[in-house]
């Protein structure tokens, strides 16, 4: 494999280490529940990651890292109110309404909505492998949330809720793949996140929340955590693969996060861990390497990274 390959190789393993973090990221929010709501958590990984990243982004580009045409503040301010204002927004409300189950199976539908979204926005078409790949992961999800019991509910109200947010984050995916062809990971970034945290701050500032003097150990680590790993990080190697990946292969590695959060929950919460687990995380590796094994084979034999 030439280098071509193993940087694809490393790019997809950074997008599936990520989507541990955002696996992890409902272990660690446990850990600030005790102080804190959603709203606060929110709030503040996003506030305290804007400096973060805006410095990064100074470092590494200079004052040009912040130079966008005024026309694009709105698409910035755009992508910023569906990929986290709204998407997370929406994530918690539909899980007060329906089970955790129908709120991870449906959220994993944003696959299919970004290939969609792809085709109509960019025109980009994914291959069958991918297409293929994204069927059998999602039946390896299905047995995993269900244990092979399938009993829906009927809370209709969150199933459109979760929906709604899976496709708000399908929409920051292509939408997001279309500026990064203008603008560097960074850049994206540093303007997505300052628009959150303002759309943020004024309900937080509005709303009873516990003041920072007063957080636990535990409560700085677990927002240390979310702040570091699920919203620095992860959100910069999302973006950055999206200058590199089409939108369907980054996508395709969202089946990542039910599958860390399962084996996490086992491991650090003592949750039941059964076969039928088991085989559907085998059935979700599958899946990946069959929607992505020709690409890494195809960008080793001398394919820009750019598919």
């Known amino acids: 494999m030439n280098t071509k390959g193993r940087s694809l190789s490393w ?3 950074s ?10 990221s409902a272990v660690a929010a446990k850990g600030a529940y005790a102080q804190l709501d959603t709203l606060d958590i929110v709030t503040l990984r996003f506030v305290l990651s804007t400096p973060m990243i805006i410095a990064a982004t100074l470092l590494l580009k200079g004052k040009q890292g912040l130079s966008i045409d005024l026309k694009d503040v709105p698409y910035m301010a755009f992508l910023a109110t569906i990929g986290i204002s709204a998407s997370l927004f929406l994530q918690a409300w539909s899980l007060e ?16 909505a970004v290939m969609l979204l792809s085709v109509v926005i960019t025109g980009e078409k994914p291959s069958k492998d991918k297409i293929i790949g994204a069927i059998i992961a999602f039946a390896g999800l299905a ?29 920051y ?9 203008k603008y560097s990971a960074l850049t ?3 303007y997505v996140f300052l628009f959150a945290s303002i759309e943020f701050l004024p309900f937080y500032l509005t709303s009873p929340h516990t003041p920072m003097l007063e957080f636990t150990l535990l409560t700085w680590v ?23 990946l089409s939108a369907s292969t980054v996508a395709m590695t969202i089946y990542a996060t039910p599958l860390s959060g399962v084996f996490l929950g086992a491991i650090l919460l003592g949750e039941s861990f059964t076969a039928y687990m088991l085989l559907g995380s085998i059935l979700i590796i599958c899946g990946l390497y069959k929607a992505e094994s020709k690409s890494i084979c195809t960008f080793s034999q001398s394919a820009p990274l750019d598919t």
């Open 11 to 13: 790019l997809i393993a």
């Open 188 to 190: 994206v970034l540093s």
């Open 222 to 244: 677990s927002l240390g955590f979310l702040t570091i790993c699920c919203s620095l990080i992860a959100f910069l190697v999302y973006n950055f693969s999206l200058e590199k």
């Open 15 to 24: 997008l599936i280490i990520i989507n541990i973090f955002w696996g992890a």
């Open 173 to 181: 995916t292509v939408m997001g793949k279309k500026i990064s062809e």
């Open 143 to 171: 047995l995993i949330t269900t244990n092979c019991r399938f009993e829906f509910s009927a809370q209709l109200k969150g199933d459109i809720i979760a929906l709604t947010s899976a496709f708000f984050w399908a929409l």
């Open 97 to 112: 309404h329906t089970t955790v189950t129908n709120f991870t199976m449906i959220s994993s539908l944003s696959t299919f």
